[in-house]
Each structure stands twice: as structure tokens, then as C-alpha cells.
């Protein structure tokens, strides 16, 4: 059916069936009784042909600053002509048709230059700051609690074996060579 409406298509302005067309001869044909337009099937057999070498000139360097709609109707005319036997695409139309679907652009761009160093500045940046903010948190707190001293651990130590505390396993067992509760240095002398 395709192949016949370009044939029609000089003929009308509208491809209608010939029953509708002579009762619509006196009136403008209107757009929902219009099958195809004009313009529509001279794209379809614009498609056909190859796209000029100008347009995929230097498309590596062109096709990031293209306007979206351009960088659309592009690939799409692409498309249409990979729809055809591959033999019949021409050198530049398949290295076009790579590069746009398979090159450095977008989310597969390269970094910029200098971008690592950005990085590994940027994360030194942030451990230096969580290292002051951590002294500076150290340095004005209070001191530790009376029961983070090795004196007061070993006196739970001796209480929790006086009370019997894990008598199979644990801190009041037989032959029990751990540290318990012990886990902290001895207490300054001030």
C-alpha cells in the first residue's frame, strides 16, 4: 500500500477514497477526513535516501552544542536509513550512527581533566574537618566517669565473684584466666 500513495499523492492534496472525493469536490477537504498529508509522505520517501555528508560532517564535535530537537530529527533520520540494508548506508552515515549511539557524550562523557584531584581534595577536606570537630568535641568535654577506671573494674571483677556470677563459663568458674570486667588504664594521680 505504501508504494501506491506517492503515486497518488500529486494528484490530491489528501489521500480520500474516490466516493468521498467527488462529493467533497465543491468543499476544502478538512483535516479528519484527510488520510495522509502531502508533507508526510514526501518524508516518507525522503527517508530512502541517504543523508548528505555535510549534515554527518564532524558530528563528534557538533553534537553536544546541537539544539535537542536537531540532535532528534538527526537520529531519527539515522533510524530510518538503518532500517534499510546495511550495505546501502554510506561510510559516514554508519560511523554517525555509531558515535551517536555508542560515543563519549552524556552519561558516557569523560570527566574533565583535573577532576580526581578535585575529589581527593575535597575528601581530605572532609576528614581534616571531622578531625578538628572531633578534637575540639574531646577537648571540651567532661572526664570519664569514675566507673571507666581499672581500680573501680577490678573491684566489679571481685564483686561479680563474691555474688558467683557465671559460674560455668564466665568470671566465677574454675581456672578463669581472662580480664573480665577490666578494660580500662588505671586512673590518673591528680
Not at 28 to 55: E, G, M, V, W, Y
Request: aromatic share 8%.
Amino acid at each position: 500500500m505504501l508504494r501506491t500513495l506517492p503515486r497518488a499523492a500529486p494528484s490530491s492534496s489528501c489521500l480520500v477514497p474516490p466516493s468521498i472525493r467527488t462529493s467533497l469536490r465543491t468543499s476544502k477537504p478538512s483535516p479528519a477526513i484527510c488520510l495522509f498529508d502531502r508533507n508526510q509522505i514526501q518524508t516518507r520517501q525522503a527517508t530512502a535516501h541517504a543523508i548528505s555528508n555535510p549534515t554527518l560532517a564532524g558530528i563528534e564535535k557538533r553534537w553536544e552544542v546541537m539544539p535537542p530537537q536537531e540532535q532528534a530529527d538527526l537520529w531519527m533520520a539515522l533510524r530510518d536509513r538503518m532500517k534499510v540494508d546495511w550495505h546501502d548506508l554510506t561510510t559516514q552515515e554508519k560511523k554517525a550512527a555509531y558515535w551517536i549511539a555508542f560515543g563519549p557524550h552524556g552519561p558516557r562523557a569523560l570527566p574533565p581533566p583535573g577532576e580526581g584531584r578535585k575529589i581527593f581534595g575535597l575528601t581530605m577536606l572532609g576528614v581534616a574537618v571531622s578531625f578538628a570537630l572531633f578534637t575540639v568535641v574531646r577537648y571540651q568535654s567532661r572526664p570519664p566517669p569514675d566507673t571507666m577506671t581499672k581500680e573501680y573494674q577490678e573491684m566489679t571483677n571481685e564483686y561479680l565473684r563474691n555474688q558467683n556470677v557465671e559460674p560455668i563459663s564466665g568470671l566465677s568458674s574454675e581456672g578463669y584466666v581472662g580480664k573480665g570486667q577490666v578494660q580500662s588504664k588505671p586512673a590518673k594521680k591528680s
